[in-house]
Protein backbone atom coordinates (compact mmCIF):
# COMPACT_ATOMS: atom_id res chain seq x y z
CA UNK A 1 0.00 0.00 0.00
CA UNK A 2 1.17 3.63 -0.90
CA UNK A 3 1.91 5.32 1.99
CA UNK A 4 1.43 8.87 0.53
CA UNK A 5 -1.74 9.48 2.32
CA UNK A 6 -2.87 13.11 4.03
CA UNK A 7 -4.43 12.63 6.87
CA UNK A 8 -6.25 14.76 9.44
CA UNK A 9 -7.93 14.17 12.48
CA UNK A 10 -11.26 16.24 12.85
CA UNK A 11 -12.65 15.14 16.15
CA UNK A 12 -11.45 12.88 18.82
CA UNK A 13 -13.21 11.57 22.25
CA UNK A 14 -11.58 12.17 25.76
CA UNK A 15 -11.33 8.80 26.12
CA UNK A 16 -10.11 7.39 22.70
CA UNK A 17 -12.93 5.22 22.24
CA UNK A 18 -14.40 7.18 19.15
CA UNK A 19 -12.67 10.12 16.19
CA UNK A 20 -14.07 11.22 13.38
CA UNK A 21 -10.64 11.84 10.46
CA UNK A 22 -10.37 12.83 7.03
CA UNK A 23 -8.19 11.36 4.50
CA UNK A 24 -6.92 12.33 1.11
CA UNK A 25 -5.76 10.20 -1.59
CA UNK A 26 -8.20 7.17 -1.28
CA UNK A 27 -9.93 5.39 -3.82
CA UNK A 28 -13.17 3.99 -2.69
CA UNK A 29 -12.13 0.70 -3.10
CA UNK A 30 -9.52 1.54 -0.98
CA UNK A 31 -12.10 3.08 1.85
CA UNK A 32 -13.81 0.06 2.02
CA UNK A 33 -11.02 -1.96 2.36
CA UNK A 34 -10.25 0.13 5.17
CA UNK A 35 -13.79 -0.24 6.80
CA UNK A 36 -13.45 -3.83 6.25
CA UNK A 37 -10.07 -4.31 8.14
CA UNK A 38 -11.06 -2.23 11.21
CA UNK A 39 -14.41 -4.16 11.38
CA UNK A 40 -12.81 -8.04 10.46
CA UNK A 41 -8.77 -7.82 10.69
CA UNK A 42 -8.34 -6.86 14.37
CA UNK A 43 -8.43 -9.44 16.93
CA UNK A 44 -10.11 -8.62 20.03
CA UNK A 45 -10.06 -10.75 23.99
CA UNK A 46 -13.79 -12.15 24.20
CA UNK A 47 -14.97 -14.43 26.70
CA UNK A 48 -15.83 -17.86 24.67
CA UNK A 49 -16.08 -21.05 27.42
CA UNK A 50 -17.34 -20.63 30.16
CA UNK A 51 -17.19 -23.42 33.21
CA UNK A 52 -20.02 -22.86 36.02
CA UNK A 53 -19.50 -24.05 39.11
CA UNK A 54 -23.18 -22.46 40.49
CA UNK A 55 -26.02 -21.18 38.66
CA UNK A 56 -29.00 -20.95 40.65
CA UNK A 57 -30.58 -17.69 39.03
CA UNK A 58 -33.54 -17.26 36.26
CA UNK A 59 -31.29 -17.58 33.57
CA UNK A 60 -29.62 -20.92 31.95
CA UNK A 61 -26.02 -20.89 31.96
CA UNK A 62 -26.84 -20.58 27.68
CA UNK A 63 -28.01 -17.22 28.23
CA UNK A 64 -25.30 -15.67 30.96
CA UNK A 65 -22.29 -17.07 28.65
CA UNK A 66 -23.96 -14.98 25.69
CA UNK A 67 -24.12 -11.87 27.58
CA UNK A 68 -20.54 -12.93 28.89
CA UNK A 69 -19.59 -12.76 25.55
CA UNK A 70 -20.25 -9.64 24.99
CA UNK A 71 -18.46 -7.64 27.40
CA UNK A 72 -15.64 -5.77 25.96
CA UNK A 73 -12.14 -6.39 27.14
CA UNK A 74 -8.87 -4.70 27.05
CA UNK A 75 -6.67 -6.22 24.38
CA UNK A 76 -2.84 -5.19 24.77
CA UNK A 77 -2.44 -7.14 21.34
CA UNK A 78 1.59 -6.58 22.05
CA UNK A 79 1.57 -9.19 25.11
CA UNK A 80 -0.49 -11.60 23.15
CA UNK A 81 -1.03 -14.14 19.81
CA UNK A 82 -4.03 -15.72 17.87
CA UNK A 83 -5.61 -18.18 19.95
CA UNK A 84 -3.94 -16.74 23.74
CA UNK A 85 -6.42 -17.22 26.27
CA UNK A 86 -6.90 -15.47 29.74
CA UNK A 87 -9.19 -16.66 32.36
CA UNK A 88 -11.42 -14.80 34.08
CA UNK A 89 -13.78 -15.94 37.22
CA UNK A 90 -16.99 -14.42 38.76
CA UNK A 91 -18.74 -15.50 42.38
CA UNK A 92 -21.54 -13.32 42.85
CA UNK A 93 -24.30 -14.25 45.57
CA UNK A 94 -27.67 -12.22 45.81
CA UNK A 95 -29.42 -10.32 46.68
CA UNK A 96 -27.25 -8.65 44.15
CA UNK A 97 -26.37 -7.44 40.94
CA UNK A 98 -23.58 -8.92 39.24
CA UNK A 99 -21.66 -6.42 36.70
CA UNK A 100 -18.42 -6.24 34.48
CA UNK A 101 -16.58 -4.80 37.04
CA UNK A 102 -16.91 -8.11 39.42
CA UNK A 103 -14.82 -10.09 36.89
CA UNK A 104 -11.41 -11.46 37.98
CA UNK A 105 -9.16 -11.70 35.85
CA UNK A 106 -5.67 -13.80 35.36
CA UNK A 107 -4.20 -11.13 33.50
CA UNK A 108 -3.83 -7.00 35.35
CA UNK A 109 -3.51 -6.14 31.43
CA UNK A 110 -7.03 -7.74 30.42
CA UNK A 111 -10.27 -6.20 32.32
CA UNK A 112 -13.91 -5.01 31.17
CA UNK A 113 -13.55 -2.03 29.01
CA UNK A 114 -16.60 -0.83 31.39
CA UNK A 115 -17.23 -2.08 34.61
CA UNK A 116 -20.90 -0.98 34.50
CA UNK A 117 -22.55 -3.77 32.18
CA UNK A 118 -24.68 -5.51 33.94
CA UNK A 119 -24.96 -8.98 33.67
CA UNK A 120 -27.39 -10.32 35.74
CA UNK A 121 -29.84 -9.54 38.89
CA UNK A 122 -29.98 -12.31 41.52
CA UNK A 123 -32.24 -12.49 44.23
CA UNK A 124 -32.21 -13.47 47.84
CA UNK A 125 -30.41 -17.23 47.82
CA UNK A 126 -29.22 -17.16 44.07
CA UNK A 127 -25.81 -17.23 43.45
CA UNK A 128 -23.56 -17.27 40.24
CA UNK A 129 -20.43 -18.83 39.93
CA UNK A 130 -18.10 -19.48 37.30
CA UNK A 131 -14.57 -19.93 35.30
CA UNK A 132 -14.40 -18.54 31.66
CA UNK A 133 -11.65 -18.16 28.93
CA UNK A 134 -11.29 -15.14 26.86
CA UNK A 135 -9.73 -16.49 23.67
CA UNK A 136 -8.29 -13.75 21.13
CA UNK A 137 -9.32 -13.96 17.72
CA UNK A 138 -10.62 -11.87 15.07
CA UNK A 139 -14.09 -10.35 13.65
CA UNK A 140 -13.96 -12.54 10.52
CA UNK A 141 -14.72 -15.49 12.64
CA UNK A 142 -17.45 -14.14 15.55
CA UNK A 143 -18.64 -10.41 15.80
CA UNK A 144 -18.14 -10.08 19.34
CA UNK A 145 -14.48 -9.81 18.17
CA UNK A 146 -15.27 -6.86 16.40
CA UNK A 147 -13.24 -4.04 17.69
CA UNK A 148 -14.43 -1.35 15.99
CA UNK A 149 -18.53 -1.59 17.29
CA UNK A 150 -19.50 1.87 14.87
CA UNK A 151 -17.30 2.31 11.33
CA UNK A 152 -18.05 4.00 8.50
CA UNK A 153 -17.24 6.63 5.92
CA UNK A 154 -18.51 9.07 3.42
CA UNK A 155 -17.02 11.76 0.27
CA UNK A 156 -16.08 14.59 1.84
CA UNK A 157 -18.11 17.17 0.32
CA UNK A 158 -17.30 20.86 -0.42
CA UNK A 159 -19.52 23.77 -0.67
CA UNK A 160 -18.68 27.25 -2.87
CA UNK A 161 -21.06 30.22 -2.41
CA UNK A 162 -21.64 31.10 -5.84
CA UNK A 163 -23.64 34.05 -5.14
CA UNK A 164 -27.12 35.42 -3.60
CA UNK A 165 -30.29 33.98 -4.79
CA UNK A 166 -33.02 35.48 -5.99
CA UNK A 167 -35.10 36.98 -3.47
CA UNK A 168 -38.71 35.70 -4.34
CA UNK A 169 -37.74 31.97 -4.38
CA UNK A 170 -38.95 29.86 -1.75
CA UNK A 171 -35.36 29.04 0.46
CA UNK A 172 -35.72 24.80 1.06
CA UNK A 173 -34.12 23.17 3.39
CA UNK A 174 -30.81 21.64 2.28
CA UNK A 175 -29.68 18.74 4.58
CA UNK A 176 -26.23 17.24 4.43
CA UNK A 177 -25.04 14.56 6.24
CA UNK A 178 -20.96 14.48 7.75
CA UNK A 179 -18.36 17.02 7.41
CA UNK A 180 -18.06 19.70 4.42
CA UNK A 181 -15.78 21.69 3.31
CA UNK A 182 -15.67 25.50 2.65
CA UNK A 183 -14.43 27.97 0.59
CA UNK A 184 -11.58 28.77 2.87
CA UNK A 185 -10.64 25.24 3.27
CA UNK A 186 -12.37 24.97 6.61
CA UNK A 187 -13.69 21.28 7.78
CA UNK A 188 -16.92 21.62 9.65
CA UNK A 189 -18.97 19.29 10.63
CA UNK A 190 -22.86 19.54 9.50
CA UNK A 191 -23.89 18.74 12.85
CA UNK A 192 -22.56 22.56 13.92
CA UNK A 193 -25.13 23.86 11.49
CA UNK A 194 -28.14 21.24 12.01
CA UNK A 195 -27.52 19.51 8.87
CA UNK A 196 -28.70 22.46 7.21
CA UNK A 197 -26.99 24.26 4.84
CA UNK A 198 -29.33 27.27 4.95
CA UNK A 199 -28.91 27.41 8.34
CA UNK A 200 -24.82 28.17 7.55
CA UNK A 201 -25.06 30.22 4.49
CA UNK A 202 -28.93 31.83 4.55
CA UNK A 203 -29.72 33.56 1.15
CA UNK A 204 -26.65 32.03 -0.95
CA UNK A 205 -26.87 29.93 -4.25
CA UNK A 206 -24.49 27.21 -3.07
CA UNK A 207 -22.74 24.39 -5.43
CA UNK A 208 -21.75 21.03 -3.49
CA UNK A 209 -19.69 18.59 -4.88
CA UNK A 210 -17.84 15.44 -3.54
CA UNK A 211 -14.14 15.64 -3.19
CA UNK A 212 -13.28 12.59 -4.81
CA UNK A 213 -10.42 11.06 -3.38
CA UNK A 214 -11.22 12.55 0.17
CA UNK A 215 -13.00 10.68 2.54
CA UNK A 216 -14.41 10.88 5.96
CA UNK A 217 -13.96 8.22 8.50
CA UNK A 218 -16.17 7.70 11.76
CA UNK A 219 -14.79 4.69 14.34
CA UNK A 220 -15.99 3.56 17.67
CA UNK A 221 -14.78 0.91 19.37
CA UNK A 222 -16.10 -1.17 22.10
CA UNK A 223 -13.06 -0.23 24.68
CA UNK A 224 -10.93 -2.85 24.10
CA UNK A 225 -8.36 -0.95 22.56
CA UNK A 226 -8.30 3.20 21.71
CA UNK A 227 -9.63 4.29 18.36
CA UNK A 228 -5.89 5.39 17.11
CA UNK A 229 -4.58 1.30 17.61
CA UNK A 230 -7.34 -0.19 16.13
CA UNK A 231 -6.89 2.28 13.07
CA UNK A 232 -3.37 1.74 12.83
CA UNK A 233 -3.59 -1.84 13.01
CA UNK A 234 -6.27 -2.05 10.50
CA UNK A 235 -3.99 -0.27 7.95
CA UNK A 236 -0.78 -2.69 9.09
CA UNK A 237 -3.08 -5.87 8.15
CA UNK A 238 -3.98 -4.21 4.59
CA UNK A 239 -0.29 -3.93 4.18
CA UNK A 240 0.73 -7.21 5.19
CA UNK A 241 -1.85 -8.50 2.89
CA UNK A 242 -0.49 -6.65 -0.12
CA UNK A 243 3.12 -7.97 0.45
CA UNK A 244 2.02 -11.11 0.71
CA UNK A 245 0.28 -11.03 -2.38
CA UNK A 246 3.02 -9.00 -4.71
CA UNK A 247 5.28 -11.66 -3.50
CA UNK A 248 3.25 -14.55 -4.42
CA UNK A 249 2.55 -12.96 -7.97
CA UNK A 250 6.16 -11.74 -8.61
CA UNK A 251 7.06 -15.87 -7.84
Known sequence: MADDFDVEVISRDEDGRSARFLVRGLTPAMANGIRRAVVADVPTLSIDT????????????????LRLGLVPLTTPL????????VTLA??????????????????????????NIPIIEL???????????????????HAKHQGGVAVGYRHLQRVEVLGDRD??????????????????GELVHTEEFG??????????????????????????????MDVDELVL???????????????????
Open 78 to 85: DDFELGDT
Open 233 to 251: RAVDSLRDRADELATKVAV
Open 123 to 141: KQGQRLEFEADAVLDTGKD
Open 195 to 224: ADLTNRYPGKELAVTDVPDAFVFHVETDGS
Open 90 to 115: LDVEGPATAYSGDLETSDSLVRPADE
Open 167 to 184: GFDEEEPHILRGVIETDE
Open 50 to 65: VRFVENSSVMFDEMVA
